[in-house]
C-alpha cells in the first residue's frame, strides 16, 4: 500500500507548516485516501489500480489547500499576519535568497502571533523595555543636543575660546599682535546697561564687541547694516539690536534703526538689527545679549592693565589645530612676559597661563560630567531592563519550549530555532523601542522643564532624527542583548526528551542558572544606581542642612542700580540715607541696610566684588590671604540676623580712626590666631597711599554668604559710605517680620519714589535665591532617585520571579520533603535562604562596583565621601531587603507545599 | 446529480444533523451522507474537508484523534454546544424555506 502520508505532503501545499495542526490536515487526508483505496481494494479491484481510484477523488490539490487555507483563516488570523503570509509566499518563489526572506517574514509572523496568545506578557516586557529604552533616549537627546551636536556656525571646530577669565584689553592686543595660528581673534565685554530711553527704566543685557566679533560668529542682518569700521571709534556709540531686543523694546518697527538709546547716560545710536537665526555663546547658553555696540580696541579708557573684561574668542586658522595654537599662545606669553610683566604676570611673579578650548567645550563645561553621569545611570537602567526582560523570557513557561522542540522536530535546524528565537526578540525590543520614543518624548519635555537652568545649549535639545536612529540602535542592541540567552537555550534543546516528557526536560540545572546569573547582574547594578542616588541624596541633606548663619527666612533683597552718570559717590550717599528710614516706615519691615551684595544674591561661582590679598598683623608680621572686602552700612549684621561677636558697624565708623572693620571668623583666625581679634589693630586695605590702620570691633561667623557649599569665606566688612558708595554695586538688604515676598512691591515703590528712573531688574527672596542655589543638585540627585527606584522595582521583579520559577521547578521536591515531615517553616527558610545567596552574591559584586563607580561623583558631593559606609550600608541593607521581600511571596508558596497534590500532578 | 449552488447551501446543515446522532469521522460523514441520500449527494475530498475545518474554526464542531484497537487513528468530530445551537437554526431556516419554496414553485409539500 502506498505511503498516503508523503503522498498527501508533496501535493498539498499549505503556506507553512503551523505544527501540529498543518500535521493533521496531512493525515485525515492521507487517511480519507487510504480509505477509498481500502474500499475499491475490497470490491476486488487490482492494487495499483485502486490506488489511482483513490487519487483520483482530489484532481486539483492547489484548488484544495486554497480552500483549506481559507477555512483555517476564518476567524484566526490575524490581518498582519495573512499579510505577512502573503508576501512570505512571493518572496519564496524568488528562489534561495527569497526562501531565506521568507524565513525571516515567517519569524515575524510567529512573533506577532505569539503577541496575540500572550498579551499579558507582552505588554509587560515591552513596557519594561520603554521604559528602560526611553530614558536612555532621553538622556541621550540631552547629551547629543547639549555635547554632541556641532554648534550652528560655519566650521565650528575651527572656533575656540581663551579659558582664563577676562583680559584687560592691552593683553587681547598682545595675543593679536603676537600670534599667526588664528584667522581672527576678538573679544567681547558682557556688560548690563540701563537704558532710560522708554516709558519706563529698563535693563539691557549688551556686549561691547570688538571689531569681527559678529562676523565670527556668521551674525546676519535683518534691518539696516552691521558694524563698520567707523563705527569702532572713540567711546561706544553705535548699536545694533538683537532680533529679541527689537521685537521687545520697539515691536519690530525699522524705525528704531537711527534712533539713539541712552544707554548708562550715553547715546548710542542703533545702526541695524541682527536676523532671529543668530546667537552669539552666551545665547546659545541662554543669555542672549540685547544689543551689540562696537568698542574701539584703541579707545583710550581700555587701555589698562588692570580692567579686566574683555572675553576672547578666536577661529583657528585652516589646518591649525588646538595644541599648535596652544603652543604658539604659551610661547607668545612666555616671551612677552619679560616685556609686559604687568600683562602676562600674576602679581606672585607666575605667568598668568592662558588655555584655549574649543568652543564648544567651553560652553558646556560645567554640565558635562552631570550629563555623563546621567548617560551612565540610564544606561545601567538599561542593562538592568534588558537582565529582567531576558529573565521574563526564559521564565515563559514550557509551552513555548515545546513548540520550538516540535518545529525542530520537523526539522527545522539550530540556526533557524536561534533566528526564530532572536526574530522574536528582535521584535519586542523594536516595540519597546517605539514605546520608549514615546517615554523619550516625555521625558526630554520633563527634562527641559525641571531642570534648575543653567543648561547650556538645551534649546538644541529634540527628539529629532539623531535621537530616533540612536532609539532604533539601541532598541536593536538591546534585542540582542536580551534575546541571545534564550535563543542559545532555544536552540540547546534536548528534542526528543523534551517532546517526550511533555517539555520538562529541557528545565534543567543549566536554566536555572542562567536564571540566578541574571538575577546576580540585577541586583549588582541596582546597587549601584542605588548607591549613587543615595550619595546625591545624602549629599543633598548634608547641604540642606547648612546653617546659612543668618535669618535667611526673612530676608529681602534689592539691586540698586546706581551705575549712570546721574550718581557720584555723593548722590549715592544722599540716596541711601534716604532711602533706609523710607524702608524702615515699611508695615512689615524690621530693619534695611545696604551692602555690596546681599547674601545668595551672587552663588556658586559667581563671586563679585572687590578683594584684597595684604595685610600685617598686630604683631608685624606680613600675612598674604585673599580676601573679599564687603562694605555695609551701619546695623547690617543685626539686619541680617548674624551671629556676631563684639560690635556691629556704627554710624560714625565713616569717620573714626583707626578704621573700624568686622572680620569673618576665618580671617580672624588667619591674622590673630587663637589672640581675641576684638579692638586688635592691623594694617590693610591697600590703596595708593599703602596700608591703612585698622581697628577689629566685631567677629562673624559662620556666615554663609556665596551658597550654603561655601563654607565661612574670608570676608572684611568695612564702612559702605566711606568704601563703598564709590562703587556702582550697591544692594539693599530688608528683614522682615512675617513673609518677606510681602514687602517686595512695597520696597520697589519706596525705591521709584525717589528714583522714578531706576532700572530693577534684581528684587527677589533670600530664601527663594537659597532654594535656586540648590536646585541643581537637588535636580540631578532626584533623577537618580527615579532612577534607582525603578532599577530596584526591576531587580525585586526579577528575584520575585526567578523564586517563582525554582519553587515551581522544586515543587515536586518540596512535596516530597513536606510529606516526610518538613514543616512549613522549614520549607520558608529553604528557599529563602536560596534567594539570600543569590542577592549576598549581587550585594558584593555591586558593592565592589559601585565602589569603582561612584568616584565620578566625587566633584558633586558635598560633606559625604564617594565611599560613605553609612551610605553604602544603607542601600546594601535596602537592597538586600527588598531582595528578599520579594522573594517572600515564593518562598511561602513553598512552605505550602502539599504533598497531595504535587503528586497528584505527575 | 445535483448542482453544486444547491449543495454548498445545505453541507453544514447535513454534517450538523449527522454529528448530532453521534460523533464521527470524516470518511465515515461523507459515507453516511451517500449512503442516507441513496446515492444521490456525494462529497468529495477536495469539498468536504475544507468545510469540517471551517465549521471547527467557527467552534460548530470540534475534532479528536480516537484510537481503536487494530484501527489506525483517525479524526473523530462531535458537535460543540455552539454546533448546536446552530443546528436547531438552521433546521428551523430549512423547514421553513423549503416550505416556503415549494408554494412558490406549486409542487406538493415535502
Known amino acids: 500500500m502506498r505511503d498516503w502520508k508523503a503522498y498527501v505532503r508533496a501535493r498539498l501545499a499549505l503556506p507553512a507548516l503551523r505544527g ?391 526539522g527545522a535546524g539550530r540556526i533557524r530555532i536561534l533566528a526564530q528565537v532572536l526574530t522574536e526578540s528582535l521584535i519586542f525590543a523594536l516595540a519597546g523601542g517605539l514605546v520608549g520614543v514615546v517615554v523619550a518624548i516625555g521625558g526630554v519635555r520633563a527634562f527641559e522643564m525641571w531642570n534648575p537652568g543653567g543648561i547650556p545649549l538645551i534649546e538644541r535639545v529634540a527628539v529629532d532624527g539623531r535621537v530616533l536612529a540612536f532609539a532604533l540602535a539601541v532598541s536593536l542592541l538591546t534585542g540582542v542583548l536580551f534575546g541571545t540567552a534564550p535563543a542559545l537555550q532555544g536552540a540547546r534543546l534536548n528534542v526528543s526528551a523534551m517532546l517526550k516528557e511533555g517539555g520538562r526536560a529541557g528545565e534543567g540545572r543549566d536554566r536555572g542558572r542562567l536564571r540566578r546569573t541574571l538575577v546576580v547582574v540585577e541586583i549588582a547594578m541596582a546597587l549601584v544606581l542605588l548607591t549613587g542616588a543615595g550619595l546625591l541624596f545624602n549629599s543633598f541633606l548634608h547641604l540642606t542642612s547648612v546653617r546659612p548663619g543668618f535669618d535667611a527666612a526673612h530676608l529681602a533683597g534689592v539691586e540698586l542700580r546706581m551705575g549712570d552718570d546721574r550718581y557720584d559717590e555723593q548722590a549715592r550717599v544722599q540716596f541711601v540715607r534716604r532711602l533706609l528710614p523710607r524702608i524702615e516706615r515699611i508695615p512689615g519691615v524690621r530693619a534695611a541696610a545696604v551692602s555690596i551684595t546681599v547674601p545668595f544674591q551672587y552663588y556658586g561661582g559667581r563671586r563679585r566684588g572687590w578683594w584684597q590679598e595684604r595685610y600685617v598683623n598686630d604683631e608685624g608680621a606680613e600675612i598674604e590671604q585673599s580676601t573679599m572686602i564687603q562694605p555695609v552700612s551701619p546695623n547690617f549684621f543685626a539686619t541680617i540676623g548674624a551671629e556676631l561677636r563684639g560690635d556691629d558697624l556704627s554710624s560714625s565708623a565713616a569717620d573714626e580712626f583707626p578704621i573700624p572693620v568686622v572680620l569673618s571668623q576665618s580671617l580672624a583666625d588667619r591674622l590673630f590666631e587663637d589672640r581675641n581679634p576684638i579692638g586688635r589693630g592691623f594694617q590693610g586695605l591697600q590703596q595708593q597711599g599703602g596700608l591703612k590702620q585698622l581697628r577689629v570691633v566685631g567677629v562673624v561667623s559662620g556666615l554663609h554668604h556665596w551658597g550654603l557649599d561655601q563654607g565661612d569665606r574670608t570676608m572684611l566688612y568695612v564702612s559702605w559710605e566711606r568704601w563703598g558708595a564709590d562703587m556702582a554695586m550697591t544692594a539693599l538688604v530688608v528683614r522682615t517680620a512675617g513673609d518677606p515676598a510681602a514687602v517686595l512691591p512695597a520696597l520697589r515703590d519706596a525705591i521709584w519714589e525717589l528714583d522714578p528712573d531706576m532700572a530693577l531688574p534684581n528684587v527677589f527672596t533670600v530664601s527663594q535665591r537659597m532654594a535656586q542655589s540648590v536646585a541643581t543638585p537637588k535636580f540631578y540627585s532626584a533623577l537618580l532617585i527615579a532612577f534607582a527606584a525603578v532599577a530596584l522595582l526591576l531587580a525585586a521583579g526579577g528575584i520575585y520571579g526567578a523564586m517563582l520559577y525554582t519553587v515551581g521547578r522544586r515543587r515536586r521536591e518540596l512535596a516530597v520533603r513536606a510529606a516526610l515531615g518538613a514543616d512549613g517553616r522549614r520549607l520558608l527558610r529553604l528557599v529563602l535562604w536560596q534567594s539570600a545567596r543569590v542577592t549576598a552574591l549581587g550585594l558584593a559584586i555591586g558593592g565592589g562596583g559601585a565602589l569603582a563607580a561612584t568616584r565620578a561623583l566625587r566633584g558633586m558631593l558635598f560633606g559625604v565621601s564617594a565611599t560613605d559606609p553609612t551610605t553604602l550600608t544603607a542601600v546594601a541593607v535596602l537592597m538586600g531587603s527588598v531582595a528578599l521581600g520579594a522573594s517572600l511571596v515564593p518562598a511561602w508558596r513553598a512552605a505550602r507545599a502539599n504533598p497531595v497534590e504535587a503528586m497528584r500532578a505527575e | 446529480m445535483f448542482s453544486p449552488e444547491l449543495k454548498k447551501g445545505s453541507v453544514e446543515l447535513m454534517i450538523l444533523s449527522l454529528l448530532d446522532d453521534q460523533p464521527t469521522h470524516g470518511y465515515e460523514l461523507g459515507k453516511l451522507i451517500e449512503v442516507r441520500s441513496a446515492g444521490e449527494i456525494q462529497f468529495n475530498v477536495s469539498s468536504l474537508y475544507p468545510v469540517l475545518y471551517r465549521m471547527e474554526n467557527d467552534g460548530w464542531i470540534s475534532g479528536r484523534w480516537v484510537e481503536k484497537p487494530g484501527e489506525r487513528r483517525r479524526c473523530h468530530y462531535r458537535l460543540t454546544r455552539k454546533g448546536r445551537d446552530v443546528l436547531a437554526d438552521q433546521r428551523r431556516q430549512w423547514a421553513a424555506y423549503t416550505a416556503a419554496v415549494n408554494l412558490v414553485i406549486g409542487g406538493s409539500r415535502a
Not at chain 1, 534561495?96 to 509572523?109: D, H, K, P, S, W
Not at chain 1, 560668529?217 to 567711546?235: I, N, S
Not at chain 1, 541682527?274 to 540685547?290: I, N, V, Y
Request: one cysteine or more; charged letters at 25%.
Open chain 1, 20 to 410: 501540529l495542526r498543518d500535521e493533521r490536515i496531512v493525515e485525515e487526508l492521507a487517511g480519507q485516501l487510504e480509505d477509498l483505496c481500502r474500499e475499491h481494494l475490497a470490491r476486488g479491484v487490482p492494487e495499483a489500480e485502486a490506488e489511482e481510484l483513490a487519487a483520483a477523488h482530489v484532481t486539483d490539490w492547489d484548488e484544495l489547500a486554497r480552500r483549506i487555507t481559507t477555512a483555517e483563516r476564518k476567524n484566526r488570523q490575524p490581518v498582519a499576519a495573512e499579510w505577512v503570509e502573503d508576501r512570505a509566499r512571493d518572496l519564496e518563489r524568488r528562489g534561495r535568497t527569497g526562501a531565506v526572506a521568507a524565513e525571516l517574514v515567517r519569524n515575524i509572523r510567529y512573533a506577532l502571533r505569539s503577541a496575540r496568545r500572550e498579551p499579558g506578557f507582552w505588554a509587560v516586557t515591552v513596557l519594561i523595555l520603554g521604559l528602560g529604552i526611553g530614558a536612555t533616549t532621553a538622556i541621550f537627546s540631552v547629551v547629543d543636543g547639549v555635547l554632541l551636536k556641532s554648534l550652528p556656525y560655519h566650521q565650528p571646530d575651527r572656533l575656540v575660546y581663551f579659558d582664563g577669565g577676562s583680559f584687560p584689553m592691552p593683553r587681547v592686543a598682545d595675543f593679536v599682535e603676537h600670534t599667526t595660528s588664528f584667522a581672527s581673534l576678538t573679544g567681547v565685554w558682557d556688560e548690563e546697561m540701563d537704558w532710560t530711553g522708554g516709558d519706563r527704566p529698563l535693563q539691557l543685557n549688551a556686549a561691547l564687541v570688538l571689531p569681527g566679533y559678529l562676523e565670527l560668529f556668521d551674525a546676519q542682518l535683518a534691518v539696516g547694516r552691521l558694524l563698520l569700521e567707523e563705527d569702532f571709534q572713540g567711546a561706544p556709540h553705535r548699536a545694533v539690536l538683537s532680533w529679541g531686543a527689537w521685537q521687545r523694546l520697539f515691536g519690530g518697527d525699522p524705525g528704531a534703526v537711527g534712533r539713539s538709546l541712552t544707554m548708562d547716560g550715553n547715546p548710542v545710536q542703533i545702526v541695524g538689527v541682527l536676523d532671529a537665526g543668530f546667537a552669539s555663546p552666551a545665547g546659545l547658553t541662554g543669555r542672549e545679549r540685547d544689543v551689540f555696540v562696537a568698542l574701539d580696541p584703541h579707545w583710550q579708557e581700555l587701555q589698562v592693565s588692570w580692567w579686566f573684561v574683555i572675553e576672547v574668542y578666536g577661529r583657528l586658522r585652516e589646518g591649525v589645530t588646538v595644541a599648535v595654537a596652544q603652543d604658539e599662545l604659551d610661547a607668545a606669553i612666555a616671551r612677552l612676559a619679560d616685556v609686559h610683566p604687568q600683562l602676562h604676570r600674576s602679581r606672585d611673579g607666575n605667568l598668568r597661563a592662558v588655555t584655549l578650548l574649543p568652543l564648544q567645550t567651553s560652553l558646556t563645561g560645567s554640565v558635562r560630567g552631570s550629563l555623563q553621569l546621567l548617560l551612565g545611570a540610564v544606561g545601567l537602567l538599561l542593562l538592568i531592563a534588558c537582565a529582567n526582560v531576558a529573565n521574563l523570557l526564559l521564565a515563559r513557561g514550557t509551552e513555548r519550549h515545546h513548540e520550538l522542540a516540535v518545529r525542530s522536530a520537523i
